[in-house]
């Protein structure tokens, strides 16, 4: 099973931008589907941002569409979530997580079928 770490996280100012990096290990990489969830307290996890197998094919949550950007480097073992024009609704954790099932958008935009997941990264804006 695969690990994953996060980094990347901190405080930034609404509008401003952070780059979170996920680095895994333990597994092949390029076979999995890697997604990008987040969870504010007091509410549940919500899912952000998946990217394919290969790192072609991308697929957003509407709160962060044209703001955010999920990359994958197969060659590196790691995913990338650039944030830009981050918003006062958008501090959490942020969590890393691996699939293996079959891109289906209608199981991957759900935390349930990922199993794997680093321990969080924290993003705090302030206004």
């Known amino acids: 099973q695969v690990q994953l770490v996060e980094s990347g996280g901190g405080l930034v100012q609404a509008g401003g931008s952070l780059r979170l990096s996920c680095a895994a290990s333990?597994?092949?990489?390029?076979?999995?589907?890697m997604g990008w969830f987040r969870q504010a307290p007091g509410k549940e996890r919500e899912f952000v941002a998946i990217?394919?197998?290969?790192?072609?094919?991308?697929y957003y949550a509407d709160s962060v569409k044209g703001r955010f950007t999920i990359s994958k480097d197969n060659a590196k073992n790691t995913v990338h979530l650039q944030m830009n024009s981050l918003k006062p609704e958008d501090p959490a954790v942020y969590y890393c997580?691996?699939?293996?099932?079959?891109?289906?958008?209608?199981?991957?935009?759900?935390?349930?079928?990922?199993?794997?997941w680093g321990q969080g990264t924290q993003v705090t804006v302030s206004s």
């Open positions: 990217i394919s197998r290969s790192g072609g094919v991308t």
């Open positions: 333990g597994g092949t990489f390029s076979s999995y589907v």
């Open positions: 997580a691996a699939s293996e099932r079959p891109w289906t958008l209608a199981l991957l935009t759900t935390s349930s079928t990922f199993g794997s």
